[in-house]
């Protein structure tokens, strides 16, 4: 059965910090690109970091430039969202994606992770 499974939400102070894993099962994440994405209320589901399969190249939204980090353990068969100076809308809902993308197209999604920022 193929999953993502997110962990590492939570409540945190301003200013604080939280890492975000996604862990795989049922594929192996080494072919696929892997993104975080996230969801306020109200709002769209944003794109918040990217990293390529080999972890070569990484994009990130204007709004966690220098604040975020993503990064993959391909023999883990997992990737991570370090999130330092959390701000209060940096509350959302985060959410793990795997995509390959040609002829073997491939679209996964995690369940999602609370974070919420607040004093």
């Known amino acids: 059965q193929v999953q993502l499974v997110e962990s590492g939400g939570g409540l945190v102070q301003p200013g604080g910090s939280l890492r975000l894993s996604c862990a795989a099962s049922?594929?192996?994440?080494?072919?696929?690109?892997m993104s975080w994405y996230r969801q306020a209320p109200g709002n769209e589901r944003e794109l918040v970091a990217s990293?390529?399969?080999?972890?070569?190249?990484?994009n990130y939204a204007d709004s966690v430039k220098g604040r975020f980090t993503i990064s993959r353990d391909n023999g883990k068969n997992a990737v991570y969202l370090r999130m330092n100076s959390l701000k209060p809308e940096d509350t959302a809902v985060y959410y793990c994606?795997?995509?390959?993308?040609?002829?073997?197209?491939?679209?996964?999604w995690g369940q999602g992770t609370q974070v919420t920022v607040s004093s």
């Open positions: 990293i390529t399969s080999t972890g070569a190249s990484t």
């Open positions: 049922g594929f192996t994440l080494s072919t696929y690109t």
């Open positions: 994606k795997a995509l390959r993308t040609g002829i073997l197209r491939r679209e996964y």
